[in-house]
Structures are given as structure tokens and as C-alpha cells.
DNA sequence: TTTTCTTTCACCTATTTTGGTGAAACTATG
DNA sequence: CATAGTTTCACCAAAATAGGTGAAAGAAAA
């Protein structure tokens, strides 16, 4: 059985989820305390805690916005994500026609803030200043929104994937590799351009 | 983490592990009463209903010394690993005590090469260059088995774990981050030094 | 059916946890 | 350094849980 929790920390968790959900980042502890009515952050951090006790999140030390939901239904599969990996993405394609379906793996669902959906493998060092090696899997949460500053998988003129840093400015989107020796990609608005997901984490193999 | 149970609780859990242990058989209420010097099979009922609460025991209705241990893992399909995340390391410590089992996830076997043992945490930057990020959880291949050029897990002077490059020429033997502005650790053949394992890999959440 | 166990009820006190306030200290990061 | 967040400390009231006693009702098995 799982170990019960009030209602007053079953509120907490659900605008957590909400909050994750909508925004792709953790609350801080004073949002939290605003959308409950707390006043005060502490008293929010001991409900934080406590979920965190009873299993529910987990939250880096020091670490802004860190809390991480760890078990969404089931307490027995829930924390085995099984993640396909997508070859290459020729123009137009749908997403997820099998046969570019390579292989998949099995990772934890704690390991990641953002749920993630697929998992895409980097070509070339563009963003090895971000950590995002040649040949690293990334781990892909599939949606549509994103904002400035955020790590994006996406798409440009129909091609493949590639893994960039998004800029946002006005009507100015651009794409900012991490890396000396690369240039940021300008999207023009007449142009194909989707974002497929954010980063929500990698895997690297020995 | 585990639920945390209270000290009479641990004592009603210990006395009916040491049974089952000698016996081969869970005990009636009453023998636990019995043997904690309480009066009355309800009081001991309510501590195994909080057991079984916390997760540490199941029993199943109306049927006598029904009461079963969960064991902490339970083996999973072939290809899930279940990877202990290590937590900070002190001197002479043996590696897997308990205090120190922070949390663990399950990662696909088949993403690595080398089959990793566990994970460590990494702390700072000095890996930049080799997409080593601060907060990454690096999967190491326990071995004391390491060749010039490889990325290893050690422990220099007792301290904590540290991963580096390893640079071994004839008897100097130095650790190499890969990062501007961090210097190469050389060791002095004196020393305590100690190769806990090899790079196997990387998980990095969101 | 009797015996052996489990389960439920009512009732009790002591201790912990929950759910707060407020202020100050710490830490990560640009 | 300034700032946005996290963490800790002291303090408080209300509620839940822990840990008991005792008696009686139910269930399962020989």
C-alpha cells in the first residue's frame, strides 16, 4: 500500500503537477504558497518534504525548482519508462511510423523532471558546451510549447531533428548551438519550422 | 526513501524476522505480544497493520501466521538493471553500507557496453570538456582494472569519489580533468589511491 | 464443534505529525 | 555583488498516530 497523505499535501502535489505540466519546470516554494494561500515558504517547504518522505517527489538540495514527481498511477511500472528510440526523420514524416523505430530503453521515470516520450540520437557537436555529445541519446518530452532559453528538439525546413538552444525574441526565433565554431540557425517565418519537444535529459552508453 | 517506522515497530518487525528465520513460520499475535510484553492482541495488531502500512510486511485476512516479509528487490526482467545511486564517500568506508544508498534507478542494460554497478553523483565542472556536467549521475563499471586514457572513478587520499581521465606513465600516475581552469591531479605513489571503476556511462535528468 | 487465531469496538494517554507564522541564514547563479 | 530560491530556527495549536487495556465477535481448520 502506499503511504496515505492529507488532502492539504494532495493539493500541493497536484498544483506541482499542474504547474509541471503547463510550464515544463518545477514551481518555486513561494509559488506553491501563493496557489495554496501559505504565507509563508517553510511551511510550504514541509509539505514538500513530507510528500518527499512518502515517496511521491524527489528535490535536489539548494537546487532551485528541482522537485521532481517520481510515481504518476501505478506504483509498480510507473517508474519503468520505456523509451523508443527515433532514427532519422525524413521531410514530413509522422512521428512515430515504425520503422524508424530503432530500438528502445528502459529508464527510470525519476530520473527526469520532464516525463519524456522518445529518445533521439545527437549528430555531431554542436552542443557539446551544454554536455550533449555526438552520439548521446536525448531524452525527448513531446510538445509543441517552449520558451526562450529552453533546450529544444526541432525541426527546421522539414529535416532532421537537431538539438538546440531556443531564442526568442519578439518575432525573431533563432537557434543557438553550443559551441565554438557553430553558427545559430535563424528560423524565417515562411519557413517549415516545428518544435518537436524539450530536452528532458540524456543518456550516454560507455 | 522507506517510510520511517518507529523503534517499537522495528522491534515488533525484528522479533517476527528472527521467527520466521528459526521457525519457518510467521507467529500468532500473541506470540508477539508474548515476546514484547504487551497484554493484548489488538495492540499488536495495530502494529503490524502499520507495518503493512509502511510496506514492509503483508498479511492476508483471517488466515493464521500469515504474515510475510517484503523483500527489498525483487528481480526484474533480464535487461533492467536497478543501479544504486551512491552518495557521498568517506574514508575507508566500504562502498554499498546502507547509510549511503541515497536512491536507485532502473536503466536498460543494453545501453551501455561495459555493465555499470552503480551510480555517483558529480560534483563540479572539471569534466566539462567531456560532457561531464555538474549533477550528472555517471555509471561506473566496478573494477580496479583501469588503462592509461580511460575515464575512471578513483578515490585519492580517502576522499570522495572524483572522476577523471586517467593519464599512467611508467610509475607517474595522474588524473586529468577536462576542463579550462582545473589542474591534473597527480599521485604520489605513497598515497592512498584507489580506482573504484570505469566510466560506463551517463544519466542526466531534465 | 471446538480450538486456535484473527478482527473489531470502545476507551485511554503520550507523542508525533500536520499545518501554520515570521525572520534570518544560506546558496546558486548571472 | 545582487537576486531568486532554498533552508533552518523558534514558536504555536490542532489533529493524527502510537501504544496501550479489555472484551467480544468472526473465521478457519482439525
Request: proline content about 5%.
Given at each position: 500500500?502506499?503511504?496515505?497523505?492529507?488532502?492539504r499535501?494532495?493539493?500541493v502535489?497536484?498544483?506541482?503537477?499542474?504547474?509541471?505540466?503547463?510550464?515544463?519546470q518545477?514551481p518555486?516554494?513561494e509559488?506553491?504558497?501563493?496557489?495554496?494561500?501559505?504565507?509563508?515558504?517553510?511551511?510550504?517547504l514541509?509539505?514538500?518534504?513530507?510528500?518527499?518522505?512518502?515517496?511521491?517527489?524527489?528535490?535536489e538540495?539548494?537546487?532551485?525548482?528541482?522537485?521532481?514527481?517520481v510515481?504518476?498511477s501505478d506504483?509498480?511500472?510507473?517508474?519503468?519508462?520505456?523509451l523508443?528510440?527515433?532514427?532519422?526523420i525524413?521531410?514530413?514524416?509522422?512521428?512515430?511510423?515504425?520503422?524508424?523505430?530503432?530500438?528502445?530503453?528502459?529508464?527510470?521515470?525519476?530520473?527526469?523532471?520532464l516525463?519524456?516520450?522518445?529518445?533521439?540520437?545527437?549528430?555531431g557537436?554542436?552542443?557539446?558546451?551544454?554536455?550533449?555529445?555526438d552520439?548521446?541519446?536525448?531524452?525527448?518530452h513531446a510538445?509543441?510549447?517552449?520558451?526562450?532559453?529552453?533546450v529544444?528538439a526541432?525541426?527546421?525546413?522539414?529535416?532532421?531533428?537537431?538539438?538546440?538552444?531556443?531564442?526568442?525574441?519578439?518575432?525573431?526565433?533563432?537557434?543557438?548551438?553550443?559551441?565554438?565554431?557553430?553558427?545559430?540557425?535563424?528560423?524565417?517565418?515562411?519557413?517549415?519550422?516545428?518544435?518537436e519537444g524539450?530536452?528532458a535529459?540524456?543518456?550516454?552508453?560507455?
Amino acid at each position: 500500500m502506499t503511504i496515505q497523505i492529507t488532502s492539504r499535501q494532495a493539493n500541493v502535489l497536484a498544483f506541482i503537477r499542474a504547474r509541471i505540466e503547463r510550464d515544463g519546470q518545477a514551481p518555486t516554494l513561494e509559488e506553491i504558497g501563493e496557489a495554496l494561500g501559505i504565507a509563508n515558504v517553510s511551511a510550504v517547504l514541509k509539505h514538500v518534504r513530507s510528500l518527499e518522505a512518502k515517496g511521491r517527489l524527489t528535490i535536489e538540495p539548494n537546487r532551485a525548482r528541482s522537485i521532481r514527481l517520481v510515481r504518476e498511477s501505478d506504483p509498480m511500472d510507473a517508474d519503468a519508462l520505456e523509451l523508443p528510440l527515433i532514427g532519422r526523420i525524413a521531410a514530413g514524416e509522422p512521428l512515430f511510423s515504425e520503422a524508424r523505430v530503432d530500438r528502445s530503453l528502459r529508464v527510470s521515470r525519476s530520473l527526469f523532471r520532464l516525463r519524456p516520450d522518445y529518445l533521439v540520437k545527437v549528430v555531431g557537436d554542436s552542443m557539446r558546451d551544454e554536455g550533449i555529445l555526438d552520439g548521446d541519446l536525448v531524452a525527448v518530452h513531446a510538445t509543441p510549447v517552449a520558451r526562450h532559453g529552453q533546450v529544444v528538439a526541432a525541426r527546421v525546413r522539414g529535416n532532421e531533428f537537431t538539438i538546440k538552444r531556443l531564442h526568442w525574441k519578439g518575432d525573431v526565433i533563432r537557434l543557438m548551438p553550443n559551441s565554438p565554431g557553430f553558427k545559430p540557425i535563424d528560423v524565417d517565418p515562411t519557413e517549415d519550422f516545428a518544435i518537436e519537444g524539450l530536452f528532458a535529459g540524456l543518456l550516454r552508453g560507455s
